[in-house]
């Protein structure tokens, strides 16, 4: 049955870094490694059904962004190069010199955040739902939501959010799932909450047209409905990427790779398959 999982696998030990970074690790020991990184007030077990998808043929890795989950607080404020360095931190703790990364969301941001950072440790990136450049007046939008989460709290504009990320038919069909995803969102601190929905909003400005550009492999995805990661800024990310993949789903929201979990996993392990071990040495 589709939806989130919030609680922790039974058969995956939790493992923390010395920074702080709660991560599970499972799969083929000695497979090309697969990077999942979650969206904005989320967690790593988003990814239960990819997860199991990916794990026979791949080293899986997930972990809890600083500010969410079970990893701790932020060291500084937090920002797409403070997420990149705890990638890299924990890469780094884990002996990974190279890996695919696959990123929702904020987590799409950050995973061309590490790329631009650290491109010879990249081997693939797939970006999922993951916002680029808005219009003036969608710019304006994002800010003002973020400005009125810190002002309101997390619940001001809950409903709306969960209204933007499933599909009127999944929340009348899953309202345990829904009412999971409310209870995980309204766990998140406050403050931390409201700045990284901060990052979510003014991030993109430092990821459009990177230069050099980025020339890894490259899959971009995202679904025809969703609104805060539409499907013409997909085509703009893949087009800034030479090369790039573009896949559009249709019908669904925001979280449609959790409503339909197959229609992410089966493009995903088809690109994986072509260059998850592309590289296996240690890149700048």
Not at 53 to 80: K, M, N, W
Not at 233 to 259: D, T
Request: proline content about 7%.
């Amino acid at each position: 049955m589709p939806g989130f999982s919030f609680g922790p696998s039974s058969s995956i030990d939790l493992s923390k870094t010395p920074g702080g970074t709660v991560y599970e690790c499972s799969g083929r020991g000695g497979a090309p490694v697969v990077v999942l990184i979650h969206g904005l007030g989320l967690d790593r077990h988003m990814w239960r059904d990819h997860r199991a998808a990916l794990q026979c043929d791949y080293r899986v890795l997930t972990y809890d962004l600083f500010g969410h989950g079970d990893s701790a607080a932020p060291p500084a404020e937090p920002s797409l190069a403070l997420w990149s360095v705890q990638l890299r931190d924990l890469l780094d703790a884990l002996g990974i010199g190279v890996g695919a990364l696959v990123g929702f969301s904020l987590g799409g941001m950050i995973v061309r955040r590490f790329a631009i950072d650290h491109p010879g440790r990249v081997s693939a990136l797939a970006i999922f739902n993951s916002p680029h450049a808005r219009s003036p007046a969608a710019q304006r939008q994002a800010e003002e939501r973020a400005a009125r989460t810190a002002q309101d709290g997390i619940a001001a504009t809950l409903d709306s959010t969960l209204a933007r990320w499933f599909t009127p038919e999944f929340r009348a069909a899953h309202p345990d799932s829904i009412e999971q995803t409310r209870r995980r969102l309204l766990a998140n601190d406050l403050e931390i909450y409201a700045q990284c929905r901060c990052v979510l909003a003014a991030g993109v400005l430092e990821l459009i047209d990177p230069q050099p550009p980025l020339t890894c492999p490259a899959l971009v995805m995202t679904c025809e409905n969703d609104s805060g990661s539409t499907p013409a800024m997909a085509r703009a990310i893949a087009a800034e990427i030479a090369g790039a993949q573009l896949r559009i789903v249709p019908g669904l929201q925001h979280l449609g790779l959790v409503e339909a979990a197959h229609q992410f996993t089966v493009p995903l392990q088809s690109f994986l398959s072509r260059h998850a071990a592309r590289r296996r040495e240690v890149g700048a």
